[in-house]
């Protein structure tokens, strides 16, 4: 009850010292204000387009994927069979095995069956060149069943003209990449050859075009029904290279990929680990984003510890005073606390308000990309996290900018200034 | 009844070279005594005064105030102390500039918090009233002139009803006519109210018309 009453009285003297020094007061206000602004405006514009990024890369990638991988034998034959012996085999070359998953379709109707699984989709892809003319351009196809796909990717979203649904109908039909179109001049409806690893030649039909915004797909990747890869390829039907699974909860693929693995003894990833470099990326801008919001902050601590210091020189009499009549270095201290609380309150609240109008402005404003078809705004994220982020730094970093100076006063010995 | 007792202090300052300020000082003061404290300039007048405000800290020996021990006590049992037993008054006004006049007199008060605020304000309005400014109330302190600020420094070294009201040659910046106001107002305090004054005065008119005059030679009490 005193103790409040105290710091009611302290305050009462920080409003009237705070009065007689508008203008620094506002400055230092100011300062704050700017700082979180910055901070909100730019965590919530470069969260913002990491959402955006992210969502467009994983809406390309499974949660999960399943796979073979060329191997060389860890141990030879003969060291197998006689495992005594000093065996040397020099130059060993990888085994050739087929690169499909044995028992594909079984493995994927058994996950469908999986509760945890939402969509699988089970695919052939294969490394071939695209031939038109003199141009010979190498790139990958994928062998897919167009509902299950789509069940994934949202295939269908990314069409730019054409339509998915001829694939299983018209044989050696295809959809392309929009940058593999146009890297080969072809349009719907125009004809080019595709030449598989083991030479075989085909003359296919463009019956699409897609965009999904990720270069590196769209200028090397094409669609086709699953049977005409096979054939292509002359594998059986059986015959599939990848599984790719979506979760309902993205976060539980890490956990499961192991599980997976060991039943059905195929090489796998999650998407976390697809998508590597692009989480670091992001972590790497969210630190510079409060790197950049620190320093702010810090300049911002310092004109507050500036106001107060000179305040405090300024205030030795009324100091040595006030402690003549019986305030305790404490009652003194909070008087030049609660100053800096005030403008780090004021100038938090200010800049958290200016930070969301700035962000939503530059939500509002329109924005095309070449790379991102989807968005049509610049993307910006508006997350409660962000302002109560700010706010808690703004508040710490005034709460120490002020704690210095305000020992600084409650050290002030009265009687030097008071004997004149 | 002795209010203050001081037993043997020693002061030192040892700023630039050790030097002794006070030597061996022993004294009573009764309550509702109105005592001069004489001397020589840097004779340890002030010095005395600062240590019997509990404000200086640092000394040898005891100083015992309405029965409590000043020596070893915490910061904020003393303010606490000052703001309760001790009004002061010094040479220069010393006045928050920033505030009114009723507002300087008002805040040992509401530091104090016997009474309510609209109950302070009331009796601090008395006290103006009662030295003569009551109608510079609500100007801000600066504005006023050197004998206004200093009756209201003396208002408010009143308002909290103190035991002892200390000086540091609080009429040492008033004219002659001002001076024997102060005086006269001091006289009565410790003769109607029974307050204890204490004060360091270059003033022998002053000193003479005290009950008890404290002389300092060299830091010691001459007799
Ligand atoms: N903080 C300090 N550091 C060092 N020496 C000091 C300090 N304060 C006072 N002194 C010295 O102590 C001595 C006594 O000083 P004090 O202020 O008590 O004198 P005074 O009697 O009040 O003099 P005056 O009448 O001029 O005000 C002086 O020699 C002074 O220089
Ligand atoms: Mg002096």
Redo the contacts with the bound molecule.
Sequence with gaps: MKLITNIKLAATIAFTHMRARLKQTLIATAGVTFGITVFIFMVSFIQGSNDFVQAVAFEQSPHLRLYNEIQTAPANIIDRTYPGNINLVSHVKPKDILLNLKDGPQVVQALQQDPRVAAVSGAVSSQVFYRLGSSSINGTINGIRFEQENALFNLQAKLVEGSFKELATLPNSLVVGIGLARRLNVKTGDRLEVTTDKGNNFSVKVVGIFKTGLTDIDKQQSYANLHTVQRFLEVPVSYITDIKIKLHDMELAPAMLPELQAKYGFHGSDWKQDNSALLEGDALRKMIVYGVAVTILLVAGFGIFNILTMMIYEKMKDIAILKAMGFSDTDIRWIFLVQALIIGITGALMGLVFGFLAAYGISKMPYKSDVMITLDHLPVSFSAVYYVTGFTFGMLTTTLAGYLPSRKAARVDP??IL?G | MNLIEVRNINKY???PTK?Q?LNDVDLDIEKGHFVSIT??????????LYLLSTMDTDFEGSICINGEEMQGKRNRWLADFRNHHIGFVFQFHYLLPEFTALRNVMLPALKLARYTPAEIEHRAMDLLQLLGVGTQANKRASLLSGGQQQRVAIARALINEPLIIMG??PTGNLDSQNAAIVFDLFRELSSERGQTILT?T?DDDFARRSDKVIH?VD?RIAD
């Design positions: 009687i030097t004997r | 300052f040892y700023q030097m300020v001397g020589k300039s840097g004779s340890g007048k002030s010095t005395l540091d040659e360091v270059h300092l830091g």
